[in-house]
C-alpha cells in the first residue's frame, strides 16, 4: 500500500512537470532562457517613484523624429522620458500638428495617463522634425 501510494505521488508529479510550458529562449543559439511568466503577464498599472510624485517639478525634452521609420523617443532617453511622463500631472506637446498628434498617440498607447496638450506651431526648416516635450508636476491643486 505504501509503495502504491508512493508510485502515485511520483507519477502524478512528473505528469504536473512535463506538462507544464517550455521556457523561452532569449536567442536560438542561447543556453539562456526566461520564466514564462514574466512575459506572460500584462501589468495594468506602471508604478510611481515616490520622490517625482511627492514634489513639483517641470522637465524639457526635445526629441526629433525625421522618418516614419525612426522611433519617437532616442534609446539614450527613453528611460527618462517615460519616467518623467508616468509621473507627470500635465504634458504639453509643441511642434508641429501631426507630428505631436503621433506622439500623443504614442503616449496614450504606453499607458501615459497625465492630460496631454498640443500646441501646434509652424516650426522653422532645422525644427521641423521636432518635438518639445514639457513635463509638469503639481502636488497640490
Known sequence: MKKMSLSLALIASLM???????????????????????????????????????????YHIVVE???????????????????????????ILVGRK???EQYKQYFEKNQVLAPIELQPVNPIERDFNKVNILFFNKTNF
Open 98 to 100: 501631426d507630428l505631436i
Open 16 to 58: 504536473v512537470g512535463c506538462s507544464a510550458p517550455k521556457a523561452k529562449r532569449l536567442d536560438d543559439g542561447s543556453a539562456l532562457s526566461i520564466n514564462n511568466s514574466i512575459l506572460e503577464k500584462k501589468y495594468s498599472f506602471v508604478p510611481k517613484d515616490p520622490y517625482l510624485s511627492g514634489f513639483n517639478w517641470t
Open 65 to 91: 523624429k525625421k522618418t516614419i521609420d525612426d522611433d519617437f523617443i532616442k534609446n539614450d532617453l527613453i528611460t527618462k522620458t517615460f519616467l518623467l511622463a508616468h509621473n507627470s500631472t500635465k504634458i
